[in-house]
């Protein structure tokens, strides 16, 4: 009976379903087990929200005004069975059986192991529309303190998530993201996080209404809290078009908090140079050091190629490459420069290459996943004219 009220629900709501909706499991699509505990011991999982949530209402996805979907937990009772596909799971707040969830971004933890989490991002009005089958299971090793996601039919291990990562819907499920379908989603798509050594990292998700080349950083810092709109905005990263995330290593939450630093994200279209408008911005306070002298609000002046550290490192699967393009130090120099950046293993041979085209001058982050490559060392070479420079980095599994 739940399962034909599911799919009546999305019917009324125009929302198509695919052709394997028979495995639906209608009461949750959000599952969660744990194994490495006592076979009658209780562990608290909960969901907390980052931002704002959007649930069905009317068949739209408007931002939801009920607190359940912002935080909620369920419970479990000894180790999961990896070999069923029905686990303990919350549900989305408008198919009515709790626990609840919506299209959010969250922070995922349990109450056996609080210190090791990962951050979902669910904001895809495909997902939620069950264009493509929501439902998938989080198993947390309490022994090895490590969170995993997999397909309802997959067994232990599926694949590994490093804590504190930020983990997509449409990559879990191997889909395409779409948030058209979401009430005012670019207003309310940027939040932040605290990275490694307290640095703030800001998150967005695809604009795909808009359909980007690239997206670029915007930044903001005083020494008072002032009204986004009197503020100086600077350029300070560009990234691909499936890069949703930025470290600023340059400013550090808490601390003394003498500094507040302000972000917003811009959507870019390289084919006709056209920009989006900005997304919300959002506030952190804590100390502010400029990796080199800066007057604070003043657009920045890059006078030498450069290519950074990736961070993690060792990592597993992915880490962030970011380099520099300068413009000699004269900000209305607009001309392209050619960029290859090349990964080797440490025989020399190819394994991948992240970028090949033309990119202005300004700062950019790149994700390399490793999840396809073996433990070991491998280097990165970012190629722009006559400069080269190769770094090396540590895949560890």
Known sequence: MKLVNFVIIFILFSFPLFSQSSNLIPTMQFMHGILGVEDDEVVTHYIHAIGS??????????????????EDSLVTIGNADT????????????????????????????????DKYFYLDA??????GAVYNPDFKVLFDNSEGIFHHMELASEYPGIEMENGSVVRIWDIKGETANTSGLQNYWSHVLVCIEASSH??????????SFAPTHYKVYRAVSKTPINPRFLNFSLIATTDANTYEYTDREFVIGGGMKFYAYYYVKAYKSSNNSYSSASNTITVTGDFTPFKPDIVGESELLTDFQLQQNYPNPFNPTTTITYVLPNGGDTN???QINVKLTIYDALGRKVATLVNSKQDPGNYSVKFN??????????????????????KMILMK
Do not use: M
């Open 53 to 70: 949530v959007w649930e069905l209402s009317n068949g739209n996805f408007v931002i939801s005004s009920n607190p359940i979907v912002y």
């Open 370 to 391: 490793a999840s396809k490559l073996g433990s070991g060392v491998y280097f990165y070479t970012l190629r722009c004219g006559n400069f080269v420079q190769t770094r």
């Open 123 to 128: 904001r895809d009005s495909d997902f939620g």
């Open 83 to 114: 070999t069923s596909e029905d686990w303990p799971g919350f549900n989305f707040v408008w198919l009515n059986d709790p626990p609840y969830w919506g299209l959010g971004f969250y922070k995922v933890f349990n109450s056996k192991q609080p």
């Open 199 to 208: 640095h703030p990292k800001i998150v967005w998700g695809p604009y795909t």
């Open 333 to 335: 120099i607009a001309s």
